[in-house]
């Protein structure tokens, strides 16, 4: 086997790692007690589950024509990459190769009208016919099934092939594949435009937001800017993030520089601000932004902190942006004002309220 050939096997098993690993943490979410006995299981709570499985696993048992051959993951392939990259596991290999074929090939279910699908046309029906494409003969199979029926067969049908899928990942992860890892470049941030972007709009920012729909301004600019189209309220809750911003930028700012700008009651909590100014310092380039924000009960604002902040910009353009640190505000009702509640990620003081 040369280089090139050992490449592919190998990028296939880490690929086949990378996907499996995915594949954990969702079904992690939505466990399946397969222990349990038909009489006991709620179908209908389960049924999501179990759909979601049979969905992911259709790549492992469909073998495809299509796409580069290291990312085909069907699982004889990854049997036969796991073969060339470690011959020594001969045995396991063929014992795990049986009881995959013998789950793909066991089993049939018998309709109401007499006619008789094997497992594998079933899996294929509900997956083909309902969530990946919209076929009008096995819809029609579909509507002649018992769902609770079909459900049990489903998930006899899935249950060894996940086992057969668990015990392939464990043998790859223990034969030390290199793992495939996200490689998020940071010289640029990403950015979610949400609506059309104007005529007027353009991409004029250097450096860290590039991607950003956005100008540089002028200091003045900026100030013009930052309570412009604002309402009493916006504009009662910028100043308040903005004393409170420069007050823990400062050196020599003190709690009680502060005091007047938290929530009553919460200034012991504040007692001491060299934990704020140590978290704000560790932060590059740390700017305020002059939109304010609200949950959906409109009674928790925020005020975000954006990093990289090398010079005054003006965003143009409803965006998404990643790693805002938030200054957290809620209403003082003793003063009728907002007042800080917390600094850092987003916080739902209030989450018990519907």
Same mark, same amino acid.
């Given at each position: ?59 492992? +048992? ?98 060894? +092939? ?193």
């Amino acid at each position: 086997m040369n280089s090139i050939e050992k490449n592919t096997h190998v990028d296939r098993l880490a690929a086949f790692v990378f996907t499996m690993s995915e594949y954990e943490n969702l079904v992690n979410k939505l466990p399946i007690r397969w222990e349990l006995k038909p009489g006991s299981i709620d179908y209908t709570m389960e049924s999501t589950a179990l759909n979601l499985r049979a969905l992911l696993i259709r790549k492992y +048992i469909t073998r495809t024509t299509s796409g580069s051959p290291d990312h085909k993951l069907w699982i004889r392939d990854v049997i036969a990459s796991i073969r060339q990259v470690s011959p020594g596991h001969t045995q396991g290999l063929d014992n795990l190769e049986s009881k995959y074929e013998q789950a793909y090939n066991s089993g049939e279910y018998a309709l109401s009208d007499g006619s008789v699908l094997k497992m594998s046309e079933l899996f294929e029906d509900i997956v083909y016919g309902v969530y990946l494409h919209s076929d009008a003969a096995r819809i029609e199979r579909l509507l002649k099934m018992d769902q609770t029926m079909m459900h049990q067969a489903l998930r006899q049908y899935i249950r060894p +092939i996940e086992e057969v899928l668990y015990e392939l990942l464990n043998l790859i992860r223990q034969l030390g594949v290199p793992l495939l890892e996200r490689h998020a470049a940071s010289n640029k941030a990403s950015v979610v435009a949400l609506k059309d972007i104007s005529e007027e709009s353009s991409k004029g920012l250097l450096g860290y937001w590039s991607n950003l729909y956005g100008k540089n301004v002028d200091d003045q600019e900026a100030v013009d800017n930052f309570y412009k189209n604002k309402s009493d309220q916006d504009k009662q809750i910028l100043t308040t993030a903005l004393q409170f911003f420069k007050a823990i930028c400062n050196p020599e700012s003190a709690t009680s520089d502060i005091e007047d700008l938290v929530l009553n009651g919460k200034i012991s909590e504040w007692s001491n601000l060299s934990e704020v100014k140590s978290f704000i310092k560790d932060i590059p380039g740390l700017g305020i932004a002059s939109t304010v924000n609200y949950n959906h009960r409109n009674d928790v604002a925020y005020v975000k902190l954006l990093k990289h902040i090398d010079d005054t910009m003006l965003i143009t353009e409803e965006q998404i942006i990643p790693d805002v640190t938030y200054i957290t505000l809620v209403e003082d009702v003793t003063v009728n004002e907002w007042r800080v509640f917390s600094l850092g990620g987003e916080k739902e003081p209030y989450l018990d309220r519907s």
